[in-house]
């Protein structure tokens, strides 16, 4: 199925550097989110846009809604260990099409 | 902590054998979702039910039924499973099914089919 290039696909960081990741697509969507997945859990919504070019801020966590509504980026600010994880964009179309379309994931380590 | 509930979180079940995932929410959302999630990669849809009515099947096989007793529950009933199909199985809900409605995920079931 259509999925979304989200890069980088892995980062490996230092406790308190600033962390950056986007998302990318060829198609226009009508809402951005967000996800963290934990090892072994469902994944957890941290931002979810609904604008072009919205900007929301949840804690050290910043995410963007891209003005031409094909990218989004999410930023963590001072990394703890805790951020460790996997990070997925989705995006949603507008219109009453049910169906996420989701980025392969950027794999974060932090190294204390 | 997710508001969607699934049991049980570890299921290791033969291939002629039947069993079953649930979910629970108590949000009010009438938007339930299942998904399947393979090791490292995102997951992958398989059903969505909109006010307890089957809206989109992706063209799972039989040997997977979903059942929505009510707008709090979600079954997903198992059976005659091949080894593949082992893997984490998410469920989902959302206020509607319509886009702009955040979809919100439990801390899924762990499959394995032996």
């Known amino acids: 199925g259509q999925q979304l290039n989200q890069s980088p696909q892995s980062m490996f960081i230092q406790e308190g550097e600033d962390v950056s990741m986007n998302c990318t697509s060829s198609?226009?969507?009508?809402?951005w989110l967000w996800y963290k997945q934990d090892p072994g859990e469902g994944p957890v919504l941290l931002i979810a846009?609904?604008?072009a070019g919205e900007l929301t801020s949840n804690g050290r966590l910043t995410a963007q809604f891209g003005i031409t509504r094909k990218d989004s980026f999410l930023n963590i600010s001072a990394s703890i260990p805790s951020d460790v994880g996997i990070y997925f964009c989705?995006?949603?179309?507008?219109?009453?099409?049910?169906?996420?379309?989701w980025g392969l994931g950027t794999s974060l380590a932090v190294n204390p | 902590d997710t508001e969607v509930t699934q049991t049980p979180k570890h299921l290791v079940m033969g291939m002629t054998n039947k069993k079953s995932l649930k979910c629970e929410q108590h949000?009010?959302?009438?938007?339930m979702y299942w998904y399947k999630q393979k090791a490292k990669k995102p997951p992958e849809l398989m059903f969505v039910?909109?006010?307890?009515?089957?809206?989109i099947n992706e063209s799972v096989p039989s040997r997977f039924s979903p059942e929505c007793p009510n707008s709090s529950l979600l079954n997903l009933h198992l059976h005659a499973l091949q080894p593949e199909d082992s893997a984490l199985y998410l469920c989902?809900?959302?206020?509607?099914?319509?886009?702009?409605?955040?979809?919100?995920f439990g801390e899924g079931s762990w499959l394995t089919v032996v």
């Open positions: 846009l609904y604008k």
């Open positions: 198609s226009i969507f009508n809402t």
């Open positions: 949000m009010g959302h009438r938007a």
């Open positions: 989902a809900s959302s206020p509607t099914a319509n886009s702009g409605n955040t979809i919100y």
């Open positions: 039910y909109s006010y307890e009515k089957l809206s």
């Open positions: 989705a995006g949603q179309y507008a219109g009453n099409n049910r169906k996420l379309i």
